[in-house]
């Protein structure tokens, strides 16, 4: 089963956040600082082969293409994961605008993995996307083959809402989950944590 399309006409996507802040974490945007740590953690054909968009090999080049893209903000809001009172950087997060509507999107670099990071900025972003928009449903999607990224999505309260086929520019065609967040699903689960 393919998910299909949410009726989006009328919501807007624009965030204008330029830094989160959570427990350990520093979501900034990305700069040109970034760029040694940002080749060394995303030319990983591990994670490469996760994503839609990131290429493999990775290198400078495509390092600063992410970065123009960031900055034009044509695609969303990109973050770079930096750890808080180091600044190391340890990946990317965003909010990504789809033929689905927004979408969440987040990579952590393999030597920072099972540490919760992804599931600390994810979390950051989703009520971000809430807050900071009149988006009533909020999408993600996962290869099928990665566990890893299912927790983050369940951790935040998605729910599954079928399958689909993603072109991964490393990977090819590959089968997806596809989840989804409503704004009232959002509204409960933060009221229910604040008790």
């Known amino acids: 089963m393919v998910a299909e399309a949410e009726d989006t006409d009328g919501e807007s996507y624009a965030i204008d956040c330029p830094v ?11 700069r040109e600082s970034d760029i040694e740590q940002l080749v060394v953690l995303a030319d990983n054909r591990h994670v490469a082969e996760m994503l839609a968009r990131m290429p493999h090999p990775y290198g400078e080049a495509e390092a600063r293409a992410f970065l123009a893209m960031a900055a034009s903000r044509r695609a969303g809001i990109a973050y770079a994961l930096t750890l808080a009172g180091t600044e190391t950087f340890v990946g990317c997060a965003g909010l990504n605008t789809t033929d689905r509507g927004l979408e969440l999107g987040y990579w952590i670099g393999e030597p920072y993995w099972k540490r919760g990071y992804a599931t600390e900025a994810a979390h950051a972003l989703v009520d971000l996307a809430f807050q900071k928009t009149a988006i009533q449903v909020l999408h993600a999607s996962t290869r099928v083959i990665n566990p890893a990224s299912r927790r983050v999505i369940h951790k935040c309260g998605f729910q599954y809402a079928g399958q689909g086929m993603l072109n991964s520019i490393v990977a090819g065609q590959v089968p997806v989950e596809r989840y989804r967040l409503d704004r009232r699903t959002w509204t409960s689960l933060r009221n229910w944590v604040h008790f």
């Open 20 to 30: 989160l802040v959570t427990e350990r974490l520093v979501l900034r945007e990305p």
